[in-house]
């Protein structure tokens, strides 16, 4: 998952990009909900059927992504779909950050938030502990592991080759985010690399990249695949909010 201020865009716009990866046999079951709460903003949400929301982007022009973390400090409490659908009821992103830092985390999560201003962070957030790095005048990517220390120490052991993984996964998506004058087909294209960050599932896990995302908060615009970015194509969407 990335973010991309506005100053590398070709368009000025800043812009989150993500893949999403699971079971391949979650890929049927992937959908894109629209949502109309009451006494908050409409909203887009890429998530699959049964869950309430996995990422996603309201017509206040807040949107927020999600990384899976290992986390050793888990407890009862809140669990991240329900943290999602809370951030997406603001309209800043200080008020999505706010909303993620009260709540009372179960598990370890990474979030990356962007708002129609173009003002982002990302939130590297365990249950005891949290890092935020705002988003300044380079690209910020971030995968499965934890990177600042005051996080590392609450990370469970990872797998070796999971670990591998996601730091090959964490290469790419640097090295490819490197420039400017960066266009949302860019993005898309770094969603679709298929060295390290699009991919099949392998046994024994056969967790391969089910689908993609790439959001525009300030035009209201998010772009939605669904399978692997590599060899779907992208369908635009968007929310416009309604005159008083």
């Known amino acids: 998952a990335f973010l991309v ?3 590398r865009m070709a368009d000025g716009a800043a812009a989150f990009g993500q893949t999403w990866d699971m079971h391949e046999g979650s890929t049927d079951h992937l959908v894109l909900l629209r949502g109309r709460p009451a006494g ?26 999600i990384n899976n973390l290992m986390a050793a400090d888990g407890r009862p409490g809140v669990t991240w779909p329900f943290v ?7 309209e800043t992103r200080d008020a999505a950050l706010a909303a993620l830092m009260r709540a009372p985390l179960a598990g370890g999560h990474n979030y990356l938030v962007l708002d129609a201003a173009g003002a982002g962070a990302n939130v590297e957030a365990m ?4 890092h935020v790095t705002p988003l300044a005048s380079d690209a910020v ?3 499965n592991h934890n990177l600042h220390e ?20 964490l290469a790419d998506a640097r090295r490819l985010l490197d420039g400017e004058g960066l266009t949302v087909a860019d993005l898309q294209s770094v ?3 298929t060295a390290n960050i699009c991919h ?26 669904k399978g692997r970015p590599s060899e779907s194509g992208y369908e635009r969407f968007a929310l416009a909010r309604a005159s008083a």
């Open 200 to 225: 099949r599932g392998e046994a024994p896990r056969f967790a391969g990249t089910c689908g993609g995302i790439v959001v525009r908060p300030a035009t209201r615009e998010l772009w939605a695949v």
């Open 40 to 65: 908050a903003p409409d909203f887009l949400a890429f998530t699959t059927a049964g869950s309430i929301g996995m990422i996603g982007m309201n017509e206040a022009g807040v949107c927020v992504g």
């Open 191 to 193: 969603t679709a690399d």
């Open 84 to 90: 999602v659908r809370e951030m997406l009821k603001a």
């Open 5 to 7: 201020p506005g100053s």
């Open 150 to 169: 005051v996080t590392r120490r609450l990370e469970r052991p990872r797998d070796p080759d999971s670990q591998a993984d996601s730091e090959a996964r």
């Open 141 to 143: 990517a971030h995968t």
């Open 127 to 130: 249950p005891t502990a949290s």
